[in-house]
């Protein structure tokens, strides 16, 4: 069953005359219970997507629906069962942890006792804390609050708009832990992210740059429509390394990757041997060569070129 569904979604924004295009006709569907990931740099479309899934904002042009309602013609059902948990801390600094999960659940017409069970694991971490003002919170205890805020009226679909942005890494995995507990609870979940590494734990992830998608699939199904072989080299001349590859005809990409260099060749038949006479015309030093398996960002990097 199709919980979300968009189709050739369009937004574009104006400003002093200049067009933005935030959306390019995208489309999509997500599953029942599924974690879906929405992962692209900053200013690709994410925000925008959401917005409009969640009602507050409308598209030019294409249709989408949550839950089976329009999200133009059913506003007030969507939001009554869409949690939504924006990008920006936007809860209410000045007042305490139990006061703002209080006002959301009154906006909602239940309260924290009626959905605690839905909440408690998530808000036990944060209820020692329960009478500290919301702006006084740690990243990590701001991120629990808001997710709890977000469903303490027990929603089918969850939008969590780059939830981990800004977050340590303790807090991140914490995270992505309770997701997949909510997952379990049948619970829908929509996340955009700008980490690569997070498109790994979801259940299937949409590649979107400059309001177009490149690919919707699996992680696993992604990596394995890798188009070349790819390896990484390092050197104690890294910079110099990169401009003699990058300036080699046969290099289809060749960008930093932590310690290594990442190089795809054009041709498939090219191989180790390539890199070695690169390094050999140069004269680097401390020189290491190796194939490695693609990962979700050579994947993108890839269908960016």
Known sequence: MKTITVEQL????????????????????????????????DGAGKTSLFRILTTLLEADSGTAT?????????????????????????????LTVQENLEFFASIFNTSIKENYDLIKEIYQQIEPFKNRRAGQLSGGMKQKLALSCALIH?????????????????SRKEFWEMLHRLKIQGITILVSTAYMDEASLCDRVALIQNGQLLSVNTPKGIISEYPNSLWAIRANEMYALFQAIKTDPEIESCYPFGQYHHVAFKSPDSNQKKLENIVQNGKYTDVEIKTITPNIEDCFMALMT
């Open 66 to 94: 949550v839950d089976g309602f329009d999200v133009v013609k059913d506003v007030k059902k969507i939001r009554n069962c869409v949690g939504y948990m924006p990008g920006r801390f936007s809860l209410y600094p000045d």
């Open 10 to 41: 369009v937004k574009n924004y104006q400003n002093d005359k200049v067009v933005t295009n935030a959306l390019k006709g995208i489309s999509f569907s997500v599953d029942q219970g599924e974690i879906f990931g929405v992962i692209g740099p």
């Open 154 to 170: 027990k929603p089918t679909v969850l939008f969590l708009d780059e939830p981990t942005t800004g977050v340590d890494a303790v």
